[in-house]
T-cell receptor, first 107, second 117 residues
Framework: KQEVTQIPAALSVPEGENLVLNCSFT??????LQWFRQDPGKGLTSLLL?????REQTSGRLNASLDKSSGRSTLYIAASQPGDSATYLC??????FGTGTRLQVFP | GAVVSQHPSWVICKSGTSVKIECRSL??????MFWYRQFPKQSLMLMAT?????????EQGVEKDKFLINHASLTLSTLTVTSAHPEDSSFYIC?????????????FGPGTRLTVT
């Protein structure tokens, strides 16, 4: 059964830093991998979707890479801002979520 | 992107009563919707897959007679928590894919916070 792990569990950084969030999954037979952010008490907002045939996707300051063979995805956040503070979750089409990375960016 | 709504956003009910939560895809048709629950400071756990016009598929450990799912149209799925108890208090979130297969993107509703007293 698919297992998803996210590292680090929590991250607290000053504004302006470039960040790396990691997601690993055990079943590499995936169609896609999706990154979300969740604000406290809210639903999930889709950030990026990477199809299994793709190696990366970019949206603004966000870039996500996918290495399907090694079961890893990385979310890069450039020039972090306080508004980026949230929990970041990854999942594959198998609908199993990681425990998330809780990010706090302070001014 | 596609929009999924949920109603109500929060609900408080007494132990033993039933609560219905609606999930709607507003600008696309969803043959498949998904129901998750999330406990405080934990990740999302898939409860069931809701299929339009057929029975829902429940994950292991989820009681189908307690969590009734109905997907009567291509834009509406409902989750009814029957005979709710305090341990059912949780954040319930639905999602839908904007296409018919697993390669399509998932869109999530804003969630429903259920408190059972």
């Amino acid at each position: 059964k698919q297992e998803v792990t996210q590292i680090p569990a929590a991250l607290s950084v000053p504004e302006g830093e470039n960040l790396v969030l990691n997601c690993s999954f055990t079943d590499s037979a995936i169609y896609n991998l999706q990154w979300f952010r969740q604000d406290p008490g809210k639903g999930l907002t889709s950030l990026l979707l990477i199809q299994s045939s793709q190696r990366e996707q970019t949206s603004g300051r966000l870039n996500a890479s996918l290495d399907k063979s090694s079961g890893r995805s990385t979310l890069y956040i450039a020039a972090s801002q306080p508004g980026d503070s949230a929990t970041y979750l990854c999942t594959t089409d198998k609908l199993i979520f990681g425990t998330g990375t809780r990010l706090q960016v302070f001014p | 992107g596609a929009v999924v709504s949920q109603h109500p956003s929060w609900v408080i009910c007494k132990s033993g009563t039933s609560v219905k939560i609606e999930c709607r895809s507003l600008d696309f048709q969803a043959t498949t919707m998904f129901w998750y629950r999330q406990f405080p400071k934990q990740s999302l756990m898939l409860m069931a897959t809701s299929n339009e016009g057929s029975k829902a598929t429940y994950e292991q450990g989820v009681e189908k007679d307690k969590f009734l799912i109905n997907h009567a149209s291509l834009t509406l799925s409902t989750l009814t928590v029957t005979s709710a108890h305090p341990e059912d208090s949780s954040f319930y979130i639905c999602s839908a894919r904007d296409g018919g297969g697993p390669s399509y993107e998932q869109y999530f509703g804003p969630g429903t916070r259920l408190t059972v007293t």
